[in-house]
């Protein structure tokens, strides 16, 4: 949470979700990020079956995004979870790249290994899939490339269940690396990945019905190669934007009902659960809609990284197993927010801060003695210190520090 926080204080973008301040809880030991309020996000407005997006929306949309990365990929940051539930809008139209949770920071000129483990499966490029861990911004820009294909398709393109399937379908598509590629790379998992016989590509035929003007973008967005996706600034400078029909303005967009990812699941769920209903009460000789009698519509991308969900999931066990009572969780307004920083406040980060390398964050757990203390799921500021002249200095540096086995644990 530290890298994250560090990061959206070096971002400052109109399609970048704004980090407006930072809260922490007296009881519950948890610190909580406050964002500006979004109505809707591209996933939940792609799987609505009453929406389909004009070439001029998608136009729109895709240049906020490649905004937004340009201008992230320009102070180092690299996203590494570019799918349509981390693309927020609002009612004026405008997008926002959102969930800098699996973001880092980067540095071409003096690279260092980072996990492979990123990127919505999806999403994921295949040299994330072949183990890579020398990668740049391509990784962002195949992940766009992706959202690129499916608002014009109206559906995932690679909705791959495995990471296998994924890279196969992949090779299908875009058709399997060189031979030149293969050597030049040394990915970890070349041997085992590598299929039998090379894969043609097929991105032109496979989406003949896209406009001409947007078929060299996904070409070169989805290029095997990440050294031939360019950058996000060459990409808002192609064809795709400069020939009618142009990018719509935001503000002349359609205001949708709030719609989001979560609606998406919650109305397959009760499409599943109805379907499964009338399959059971069906005997009067009327006949079943087959899954390939009903049209495509998006659907929910799976979670990013499985592993570190899981690890997410078995943390909010524990505090919810740990906690005393309902009124621990949810305390009153007059016990709870007892500390609350705007995003500049001198409490916390110096805005020149360079941010060091995330495994060498520690932190100071202050608590009284004999104290229980039943959670922790975040940094803590003790209330008491606060003003403290011995304090200050800790303070102004709280936000920074985690606890030292969280931290040697993460991977960049």
């Known amino acids: 949470m530290a890298r994250e926080i560090l990061i959206l204080r070096r ?8 980090l407006l301040g930072l809260v922490t809880s007296r009881m519950s030991c948890s610190l909580y990020l406050v964002f500006e309020y979004m109505e809707h996000d591209l996933a939940g407005l792609a799987a609505s079956p009453t929406i389909k ?36 809008l609002d009612n004026t139209g405008t997008l926002k790249i959102a969930d800098f949770g699996l973001a880092s920071f980067f540095d071409p000129n003096h690279k260092q290994p980072m996990t492979s483990r990123v990127v919505t499966l999806w999403y994921r490029p295949p040299e994330l899939l072949l183990g890579a861990t020398d990668y740049g911004v391509g990784v962002d820009l195949w992940s766009a490339g992706c959202i690129l294909a499916e608002l014009l398709a109206g559906k995932p393109i690679m909705p791959g269940r495995t990471e296998v399937e994924q890279l196969h379908k992949i090779f ?40 001409s003007s947007a078929l060299p973008l996904v070409e070169t967005l989805l290029a095997i190669d990440p050294s031939d996706r360019l950058t996000a600034t060459a990409a808002l400078n192609s064809e795709f934007f400069t020939t009618p029909p142009y990018a719509c303005e935001p503000s002349s967009l359609p205001q949708y009902p709030p719609s989001k990812e979560m609606d998406a699941k919650l109305r397959d769920e009760e499409a599943r659960r109805l379907r499964a209903a009338g399959g059971r009460a069906n005997g009067d000789g009327t006949k079943k809609s087959r899954t390939r009698d009903r049209a495509p519509r998006a659907v929910p991308a799976p979670e990013a990284n499985a592993e570190l969900q899981a690890n997410l999931d078995r943390r909010r066990l524990i505090t919810h197993a740990n906690a005393k009572s309902k009124s621990e969780k949810f305390p009153p307004p007059h016990q709870d927010g007892a500390l609350g920083y705007p995003l500049g406040s001198s409490h916390h980060m110096e805005p020149a ?41 800790q303070q102004s540096s709280g936000i920074n520090r985690l606890v030292k086995d969280k931290a040697s644990s993460r991977i960049r």
């Open 172 to 211: 299908k598509l875009c058709g399997s690396p060189s031979e030149e590629y293969w050597k030049k790379s040394k990915l970890p998992h070349a041997t085992i990945f590598k299929p039998q016989q090379p894969y043609k590509r097929c991105i032109a035929e496979t989406f003949k019905d896209f406009p």
């Open 11 to 18: 971002l400052d973008h109109p399609n970048v979700v704004k």
């Open 53 to 88: 997006f004009t070439e001029p929306q998608v136009k729109c949309y895709m240049h906020q995004l490649l905004s937004g990365l340009e201008h992230c990929h320009n102070r180092g940051v690299l996203h590494r979870d570019i799918k349509g539930s981390n693309l927020l």
């Open 353 to 393: 801060y360079d941010p060091p390398d995330p495994s060498s964050f520690s932190t100071v757990f202050p608590y009284q003695k004999g104290q229980h203390v039943s959670t922790w799921s975040g940094p803590l500021v003790d209330p008491a210190a606060v003003g403290h002249p011995k304090r200050k200095k």
